[in-house]
């Protein structure tokens, strides 16, 4: 594999998962990539929001006011970017709390539909397949899951810092924490929950860099920033109804999968 690590540039790397896209595992920092990733843009239609996010909008509305919460405890400045804001749940909480002139940006034309909508000219949208981005400075700036969906993560985020984040600006970053014990797990329960949710729980499809609690830390120093606050949280994933005893069994054992890759939630200001 003559694909350097993302995370450290090592080159000691291993093939974990062999399918429609090949899963790394670095031997030098244990980070993981998939090569080569499949874009995922254009899976963000207005049904994908539909069916991911309507059933759990109660819960993001909880989380997202925590965070909001926890920007207001560090003082956090507006006016806040969204850098993957979906259908704008979090820039609603951030209206909600005073927070003005927020900004969305994503790769998804239904979704910054669907954020004007619910927001009109009370934030401001950008989309992402735009050639360039504007030229602001915001106090603060979000990754909400969204930093795993970019492609050349580290020279996009250090753009963002350098370029559209302010002086002393706070940087929030939610991610999974996917580490090897969890993937050793995964591989172990594969006969039972299968190829398709095997692949799906450890993010080799759709995915480009994934992180854990340690090559975060150090991808957040690599931005120039410090970090303030770190927590971690349950994964928010809704389960379809199961049916019989087999299919109970197996969200069962899908439930406790999910449960070892909490979010890392990341609070940390711009040097
Ligand atoms: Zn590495």
Same mark, same amino acid.
């Given at each position: ?54 059933? &759990? ?116 970053? &939610? ?97």
């Amino acid at each position: 594999m003559n694909v350097p690590c993302p995370h450290c540039s090592g080159s000691r790397l291993q093939i974990v998962l062999d399918g429609a896209s090949k899963s790394l595992h670095c031997r030098d920092c244990g980070g993981r990539f998939n090569v080569p990733a499949r874009s995922t843009d254009a899976l963000y239609n207005i049904g994908y929001y539909f069916r991911n996010y309507t059933p &759990r909008r109660e819960l993001q509305l909880h989380q997202f006011r925590n965070y909001v919460t926890l920007l207001q405890e560090y003082g956090a400045r507006g006016p806040v970017l969204d850098y993957g804001c979906g259908s704008g749940v979090l820039l609603e909480v951030l209206t909600e709390a005073g927070f003005e002139d927020s900004c969305g940006a994503d790769v998804s034309v239904d979704a910054l539909a669907v954020v004007k909508q619910k927001l009109g000219n009370r934030v401001t949208t950008i989309p992402l397949q735009r050639e360039s981005f504007p030229d602001t400075k915001f106090g603060t700036i979000c990754l909400m899951d969204s930093l795993s969906h970019i492609p050349d993560v580290e020279q996009v985020a250090n753009r963002l810092v350098q370029e559209n984040l302010a002086a002393g600006g706070t940087l929030l970053i &939610r991610t999974p924490n996917i580490t090897d014990s969890y993937f050793r797990l995964a591989r172990l329960l594969k006969p039972i929950i299968g190829l398709r949710a095997y692949t799906k729980l450890t993010f080799a499809d759709f995915r480009y860099v994934l992180f854990n609690d340690k090559n975060i830390r150090r991808f957040v120093k690599r931005l120039g920033c410090e970090i303030l606050h770190e927590r971690e949280e349950d994964e928010m994933l809704v389960y379809p109804p199961s049916r019989g005893i087999v299919s109970a069994g197996r969200t069962v054992v899908l439930k406790i999968l999910q449960k070892r890759i909490p979010s890392m939630v990341i609070l940390s200001r711009k040097q």
